[in-house]
């Protein structure tokens, strides 16, 4: 017990002096080792010993910062925030961060709930920038008085405080958004969601259930293969992911625990488009599309669902006429697109926005018609300008002599800004092999019969096909982590730049833009298809299918944690299903 003792003290003094740096320490006691570890952070120092002060005390000159969400977009943005200038409030109904690509293997015990998810406070503790977490949900923005109506999430007897309202001088809204259902009947009422980690624990105790109540000696046989009918709608990469979770989870650990009714599982893939996986590389889709086929995954295309009871699924078969055909289940998931938060349509209609979808925000993510709100990830997208639409200005800027004609070199000083500030143009040269906008002029009648200048027509000629590639990023946690990043930055960098303009010129204004805009930098994406194989798209074209990209995607996931605890946590869990199985257990 000594031993046990001294190991607490050394425990604690790790925690209460955080300024010491980075230890690892191995303690043999009686035969055993015991781990102390402790990440300092030399920047936060004597922490404990500042006074406290009140809100009417903190500096004037502090803006305050308002985020809302702890998802991958807000999480990003606490993360890279370094300017101790801003104040920062973060509002969430979760108190923690969740590594949402793993939420299908928790469904089915290979990695455990809290493997994957961290306290926001770890994070908030850790910055130099003054942080504070409230636990609620916002119900309304008001964008005109800079404030925000927020309910307590916390479940107890707050007296009627529950509500309250907090001000701010720059608001990041990253909440996320809600799953799509296309207001299909019955879909609320009856299918699961794989959105937050309290659903990915539902669908596990729900698969248990009904290997449970399929065992059960009253049960006929036609109920039983109801029960055990696993109906999946959607075919992108959650439904594809958990549809081949599913199928290791039933094949390898539960036909052990329930041989009665192994023979009566089924699994049922629902998709209306034509191919499941249409977002990856074609040969991605075709070997999603066999392997499903070889392990025995039904995989229905061109099934559109129309209607959901509690007991049957109707599907409307596109490929047969619109014949409606009903699939009995027992359990379902349904992970179709996602949807727009009643708080968030209420404030899109505020600032006229009310026919979009989602909130529209420019290059620089700040929603249209609000200098003072920025939005990022899932509950927004970036409402890119077209180069026709500025044609008329970028030539009257490039035409530095007024001439009413441009040469060469006037063309070519302003390249650089026409591709930083209109991505399109990029991806256009890309995809016509073109070196650079200098090659646009190949396709102009004038400067190929040896011209030296451009006219109006002829510069429209040149650049009229390039806002063909425009289109909208996707709604993942790859985009929305890096928007955090980048928004972080630019406030980090927020008084520099306004006396010091980094971005590309104003083609309607003066000077430059203070920043340069949003990039997405696509650095791939993984389809875990079972069977320890799992497919890879990578930049360049590059795909691999296999159990090599498995461990890719292995090493991955482990280092996109957000903290050396949820990377042991996670590690862990992998080597224990390795050796014993998933947890079957129904807690």
Same mark, same amino acid.
């Given at each position: 017990?000594?031993?046990?003792?001294?190991?607490?003290?050394?425990?604690?003094?790790?925690?209460?002096?955080?300024?010491?740096?980075?230890?690892?320490?191995?303690?043999?006691?009686?035969?055993?080792g015991?781990?102390?570890?402790?990440?300092?952070?030399?920047e936060?120092?004597?922490?404990?010993?500042?006074?406290?002060?009140?809100?009417?005390?903190?500096d004037?000159?502090?803006?305050?910062? +308002?985020?809302l969400?702890?998802?991958?977009?807000?999480?990003?943005?606490?993360?890279?925030?370094?300017?101790?200038?801003?104040?920062v409030?973060?509002?969430?109904?979760?108190?923690?961060?969740?590594?949402?690509?793993?939420?299908?293997?928790?469904?089915?015990g290979?990695?455990?709930?809290?493997?994957?998810?961290?306290?926001?406070?770890? !994070?908030?503790?850790?910055?130099?920038?003054?942080?504070?977490?409230?636990?609620?949900?916002?119900?309304?923005?008001?964008?005109?008085?800079?404030?925000?109506?927020?309910r307590?999430?916390?479940?107890?007897?707050?007296?009627?405080?529950?509500?309250?309202?907090? /001000?701010?001088?720059?608001?990041?809204?990253?909440?996320?958004?809600?799953?799509?259902?296309?207001?299909?009947p019955?879909?609320?009422?009856?299918?699961?969601?794989?959105?937050?980690?309290?659903?990915?624990?539902?669908?596990?105790?729900?698969?248990?259930?009904?290997?449970?109540?399929?065992?059960?000696?009253?049960?006929?046989?036609?109920?039983?293969?109801?029960?055990?009918?696993f109906? !999946?709608? %959607?075919?992108?990469?959650?439904?594809?992911? *958990?549809?081949?979770?599913?199928?290791?989870?039933v094949?390898? /650990?539960?036909?052990?625990?329930?041989?009665?009714?192994?023979?009566?599982?089924?699994?049922?893939?629902?998709?209306?488009?034509?191919? !499941?996986?249409?977002?990856?590389?074609?040969?991605?889709?075709? *070997?999603?599309?066999?392997?499903?086929?070889?392990?025995?995954?039904?995989?229905? @295309?061109?099934?559109?669902?129309?209607?959901?009871?509690?007991?049957?699924? *109707?599907?409307?078969?596109?490929?047969? %006429?619109?014949?409606?055909?009903?699939?009995?289940?027992?359990?379902?998931?349904?992970? @179709? %697109?996602?949807?727009?938060?009643?708080?968030?349509?209420?404030?899109?209609?505020?600032?006229?926005?009310?026919?979009?979808?989602?909130?529209?925000?420019?290059?620089?993510?700040?929603?249209?018609?609000?200098?003072?709100?920025?939005?990022i990830?899932?509950?927004?997208?970036?409402?890119?300008?077209?180069?026709?639409?500025?044609?008329?200005?970028?030539?009257?800027?490039? /035409?530095?002599?007024?001439?009413?004609?441009?040469?060469?070199?006037?063309?070519?000083?302003?390249?650089? /800004?026409?591709?930083?500030?209109?991505?399109?143009?990029? +991806?256009?040269?890309?995809?016509?092999?073109?070196?650079?906008? +200098?090659?646009?002029?190949?396709?102009?009648?004038? +400067?190929?019969?040896?011209?030296?200048?451009?006219?109006?027509?002829?510069?429209? @000629?040149?650049?009229?096909?390039?806002?063909?590639?425009?289109?909208?990023?996707?709604?993942?946690?790859?985009?929305?982590?890096?928007?955090?990043?980048?928004?972080?930055?630019? *406030?980090?960098?927020?008084?520099?730049?306004?006396?010091?303009?980094?971005?590309?010129?104003?083609?309607?204004?003066?000077?430059?833009?203070?920043?340069?805009?949003?990039?997405?930098?696509?650095?791939?994406?993984?389809?875990?298809?079972?069977?320890?194989?799992?497919?890879?798209?990578?930049?360049?074209?590059?795909?691999?299918? %296999?159990?090599?990209?498995?461990?890719?995607?292995?090493?991955?996931?482990?280092?996109?944690?957000?903290?050396?605890?949820?990377?042991?946590?996670?590690?862990?869990?992998?080597?224990?299903?390795?050796?014993?199985?998933?947890?079957?257990?129904? !807690?």
């Amino acid at each position: 017990m000594r031993g046990f003792a001294f190991f607490n003290r050394v425990s604690r003094a790790f925690h209460d002096y955080a300024s010491v740096p980075k230890v690892l320490v191995v303690v043999a006691v009686s035969g055993c080792g015991l781990v102390a570890y402790a990440e300092a952070n030399p920047e936060r120092k004597l922490a404990s010993s500042a006074p406290v002060l009140t809100s009417a005390e903190v500096d004037n000159k502090k803006k305050k910062v +308002v985020v809302l969400g702890t998802g991958w977009a807000g999480t990003s943005f606490l993360r890279n925030l370094k300017n101790p200038d801003y104040e920062v409030h973060v509002i969430s109904p979760r108190n923690y961060f969740a590594f949402t690509p793993l939420l299908p293997s928790v469904t089915c015990g290979t990695v455990e709930a809290r493997s994957i998810v961290e306290p926001i406070r770890n !994070i908030a503790r850790k910055k130099t920038v003054d942080v504070q977490f409230s636990e609620a949900a916002c119900l309304k923005i008001d964008a005109v008085n800079q404030k925000i109506y927020c309910r307590s999430n916390v479940e107890n007897n707050l007296n009627g405080q529950e509500e309250f309202v907090v /001000d701010y001088d720059y608001l990041i809204v990253a909440v996320g958004a809600n799953v799509n259902t296309f207001n299909t009947p019955g879909v609320v009422e009856n299918c699961h969601f794989l959105k937050e980690v309290e659903d990915a624990q539902k669908i596990r105790r729900t698969v248990i259930d009904c290997f449970e109540r399929a065992s059960l000696p009253a049960v006929s046989e036609e109920e039983r293969k109801r029960i055990l009918h696993f109906a !999946i709608v %959607g075919g992108g990469p959650t439904g594809v992911e *958990f549809a081949a979770a599913l199928h290791d989870f039933v094949n390898e /650990d539960l036909v052990k625990l329930y041989p009665g009714v192994k023979d009566l599982v089924k699994i049922t893939l629902l998709e209306a488009g034509d191919h !499941i996986l249409n977002m990856f590389d074609k040969r991605i889709t075709a *070997f999603a599309e066999e392997k499903f086929q070889r392990d025995g995954i039904n995989v229905k @295309t061109g099934s559109m669902v129309v209607k959901v009871t509690e007991k049957e699924i *109707f599907t409307k078969e596109l490929k047969n %006429g619109g014949e409606v055909s009903t699939i009995p289940y027992g359990m379902a998931l349904w992970s @179709t %697109g996602v949807g727009t938060r009643p708080f968030i349509r209420d404030f899109m209609s505020q600032v006229g926005q009310a026919n979009r979808r989602v909130l529209a925000t420019d290059e620089w993510l700040r929603v249209e018609g609000c200098d003072k709100v920025y939005a990022i990830g899932d509950c927004a997208t970036i409402n890119q300008r077209k180069v026709m639409e500025d044609i008329a200005a970028i030539f009257r800027k490039a /035409d530095k002599d007024n001439s009413g004609t441009l040469t060469v070199e006037e063309y070519k000083a302003v390249i650089n /800004d026409i591709c930083e500030r209109y991505p399109q143009v990029q +991806v256009y040269l890309k995809s016509q092999q073109m070196k650079n906008m +200098v090659d646009l002029l190949k396709e102009t009648p004038d +400067v190929s019969k040896g011209s030296a200048e451009l006219n109006i027509e002829d510069f429209k @000629t040149a650049l009229s096909k390039v806002d063909s590639q425009m289109k909208n990023l996707p709604a993942t946690a790859q985009v929305a982590a890096q928007q955090g990043v980048y928004l972080a930055k630019c *406030f980090n960098r927020m008084e520099d730049c306004e006396k010091n303009p980094e971005g590309p010129l104003r083609f309607r204004g003066e000077g430059r833009h203070r920043f340069r805009p949003f990039r997405y930098k696509h650095l791939g994406q993984f389809a875990p298809l079972g069977g320890e194989q799992t497919a890879a798209q990578l930049p360049g074209d590059w795909v691999s299918i %296999g159990h090599s990209s498995q461990w890719l995607w292995y090493s991955v996931y482990t280092s996109k944690q957000v903290s050396w605890r949820n990377r042991a946590l996670v590690v862990t869990d992998w080597v224990r299903r390795f050796i014993w199985g998933r947890d079957s257990s129904r !807690i």
